[in-house]
């Protein structure tokens, strides 16, 4: 079966930086999009990034373009978030995810979630 894990999160300062990790296994990682998403208490979940899976072209959600910055690692079947320039708004749940699809990924068409990794950013 597919499974991802996230590690990376913890309790920053606002404006810090803090890199996110999800190690996939369980299919051939290098044919996939690959995604981040993230949920606040109280709050849907929203779009945060996402790569193809050459990891040519990425995509950004409106409230962290220029702050963040996604990456991938085929060799070593892993999905990074650089996150910087935090602010207390970031705080959430993070969750990497992935589909059937090989450009494109999103909250609908995400077939596998990994557990979550709490990010904090305090003021």
């Known amino acids: 079966q597919v499974q991802l894990v996230e590690s990376g999160g913890g309790l920053v300062q606002a404006g810090g930086s803090l890199r996110l990790s999800c190690v996939a296994s369980g299919r051939t990682f290098s044919n996939y999009a690959m995604g981040w998403f993230r949920q606040a208490p109280g709050k849907e979940r929203e779009f945060v990034a996402r790569?193809?899976?050459?990891?040519?072209?990425?995509s950004y959600g409106d409230s962290v373009r220029g702050r963040f910055t996604i990456f991938r690692d085929n060799s070593k079947n892993t999905v990074y978030l650089q996150m910087n320039t935090l602010k207390p708004e970031d705080t959430a749940v993070y969750y990497c995810?992935?589909?059937?699809?090989?450009?494109?990924?999103?909250?609908?068409?995400?077939?596998?979630w990994g557990q979550g990794t709490q990010v904090t950013v305090s003021s």
């Open positions: 995810a992935t589909g059937d699809e090989s450009i494109t990924i999103s909250i609908t068409s995400a077939k596998y």
């Open positions: 790569i193809t899976s050459s990891g040519l072209v990425k």
